[in-house]
T-cell receptor, first 114, second 111 residues
Framework: EPEVTQTPSHQVTQMGQEVILRCVPI?????FYWYRQILGQKVEFLVS????????KSEIFDDQFSVERPDGSNFTLKIRSTKLEDSAMYFC????????????FGDGTRLSIL | QKEVEQNSGPLSVPEGAIASLNCTYS??????FFWYRQYSGKSPELIMF????GDKEDGRFTAQLNKASQYVSLLIRDSQPSDSATYLC???????????FGTGTRLQVFP
């Protein structure tokens, strides 16, 4: 069964450094998402992406964050200047369409900011 | 503020019993409802989804939706120790891509 794949599985970064998290969505999916989950807390929506542009973003997704689809397969989340509070699991998800189509999640990247 | 509420648990059931997990949501415009299973340290894994009032069955799992009461539930029949996990309820409102998650209910199935 096709899967969303994420790399790396664990990223350790010094505060203030830039980090790029990578995702390969399921190949016939058109909508891509990033969520995060701080340890012990809810899964929170960050951003959705369709047709090479952001379709929706949350208040968490401020100017420090950006997303890109640099080629036909990868979908990336960049955090420009990381803060301690960015430490979390970051999940990429994808689905075939809006609305009723279920979102399928990757295994996540654990981001640790020192 | 759109909210999804779940009892955090733990809900402890013996092996072979029915586990009943509940979720309420605040936005009457919600159109799609999802149950994800999350093992500790892992990602959410889709279990069931439901869009219409009533019951939807898939193997040992039944999702139930009551839009008038803004209530969705998940029943797990013949619970197994491998079902022990946190079950996340997620809701999608009309005309949005954003899944709103509850805090999850931790289920423990003991032999």
């Amino acid at each position: 069964e096709p899967e969303v794949t994420q790399t790396p599985s664990h990223q350790v970064t010094q505060m203030g450094q830039e980090v790029i998290l990578r995702c390969v969505p399921i190949s016939n999916h058109l909508y891509f998402y990033w969520y995060r989950q701080i340890l012990g807390q809810k899964v929170e929506f960050l951003v959705s992406f369709y047709n090479n542009e952001i379709s929706e973003k949350s208040e968490i997704f401020d100017d420090q964050f950006s997303v890109e689809r640099p080629d036909g397969s990868n979908f990336t989340l960049k955090i420009r200047s990381t803060k301690l509070e960015d430490s979390a699991m970051y999940f990429c998800a994808s689905n075939r369409g809006q609305g009723t189509q279920p979102q399928h999640f990757g295994d996540g990247t654990r981001l640790s900011i020192l | 503020q759109k909210e999804v509420e779940q009892n955090s648990g733990p809900l402890s059931v013996p092996e072979g019993a029915i586990a009943s997990l509940n979720c309420t949501y605040s936005d009457r415009g919600s159109q799609s409802f999802f149950w994800y299973r999350q093992y500790s340290g892992k990602s959410p894994e889709l279990i069931m989804f439901i869009y219409s009032n009533g019951d939807k069955e898939d193997g040992r799992f039944t999702a139930q939706l009551n839009k008038a009461s803004q209530y969705v539930s998940l029943l797990i029949r013949d619970s197994q120790p491998s079902d022990s996990a946190t079950y996340l309820c997620a809701v999608l409102s009309y005309n949005t891509d954003k899944l709103i998650f509850g805090t999850g209910t931790r289920l423990q199935v003991f032999p």
